[in-house]
């Protein structure tokens, strides 16, 4: 079925990580960003939406930008590739999950401790790191109640450096893992980019999952499919006692 065997590279003895992209969360209706037809990056500029000179200069449309993406992320629920990867948790050795998803979707299925590189959707935060829930009802512009800066999303704007403690994680638990499985990204922004190659010149076993064969071929194993399919078939291929 998979042109392979998944009891090589995944069982119950193996140390393993995952790296998730948006096409995990394709499935749960989700928009991925850089799909041509359908992506968020199709539709919006990331210029005027996802970097902190957006914010400076249109604070009030960005936050109704992710305001609108939180709301639809709040109508949506998890699917099985959510699920199977919050399986996952009980039966390796050692598991993590790492997510560049801010949308908490895999903690919604179940999973725990995700190393969520680009933040989350549902906080807020203000420039001096003060964190906060969204307001409910939310009503622009809605400020830190500590030092009374505006609010936004605690999510990595593109420029925006990524919380040091979260990538030192991934990158002990990658350097720990036997194997390192790349599912739903395009692997374009960095440095979640890099990590592919980095596991593999670590001599890591990898395996890819993805509709795209563009998206990450180059890894040892290549499952060509979407998430929610062919995850529950590959749990299901393994012996796991
Ligand atoms: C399916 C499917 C299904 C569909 N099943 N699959 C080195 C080289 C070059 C540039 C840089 C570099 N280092 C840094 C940069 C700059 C920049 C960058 O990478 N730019 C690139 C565009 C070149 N990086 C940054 O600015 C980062 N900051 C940084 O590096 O600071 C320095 C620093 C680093 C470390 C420590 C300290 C300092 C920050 C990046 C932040 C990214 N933020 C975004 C937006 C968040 C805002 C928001 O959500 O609104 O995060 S960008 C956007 O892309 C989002 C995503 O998390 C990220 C990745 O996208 P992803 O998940 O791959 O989605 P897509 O759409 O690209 O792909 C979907 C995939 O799913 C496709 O392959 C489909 O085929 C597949 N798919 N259906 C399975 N059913």
Redesign the pocket.
């Known amino acids: 079925m998979f042109g392979f065997n998944p009891n090589d590279i995944l069982n119950a003895t193996k140390k393993v990580v995952v790296l998730t ?4 969360s ?2 749960s209706g989700i928009p ?4 041509p037809m359908e ?1 968020y990056w199709a539709e919006f500029d990331p210029e005027t939406l ?1 970097t902190p000179q957006a914010f400076r200069k249109d604070p009030r449309l960005v936050m109704e930008w992710y305001q609108w993406r939180r709301n639809k992320v709040l109508s949506s629920a998890p699917n099985p590739a959510h699920f199977e990867l919050a399986e996952w948790q009980k039966r390796f050795r050692s598991y993590t999950l790492i997510t ?3 949308d908490g979707l895999h903690e919604k299925a179940g999973s725990r401790h995700v190393l969520e590189m ?1 933040g989350n959707i549902h906080r807020l935060r203000c420039q001096n790191m003060h964190y906060h829930a969204w307001p409910e009802p939310y009503e622009y512009p809605a400020k830190c109640h500590v030092c009374s800066k505006l609010l936004r999303p605690d ?8 919380d ?1 403690k979260i ?1 030192a994680a991934c990158r002990a638990a990658i350097l720990g893992a036997d194997t390192f499985v790349v ?4 692997g ?4 979640a ?1 890099g990590f592919l190659d980095a596991a593999q010149k670590m001599g890591k076993a990898t395996l890819v ?4 064969p563009g ?1 990450g071929a180059q890894a040892q194993y290549f499952i060509k499919g ?3 399919e062919v995850l529950p078939q590959l749990s299901h291929a393994i012996d796991w006692d």
């Open positions: 992209g948006a096409g995990v394709a499935e991925t960003f850089r799909d992506g996802a560049q998803n801010v680009h999510i990595v704007w593109f420029g925006e450096n990524l040091l990538l599912i739903g990204t395009s374009i922004v960095y440095p980019a999952i993805n509709p795209d998206s979407k998430a929610g």
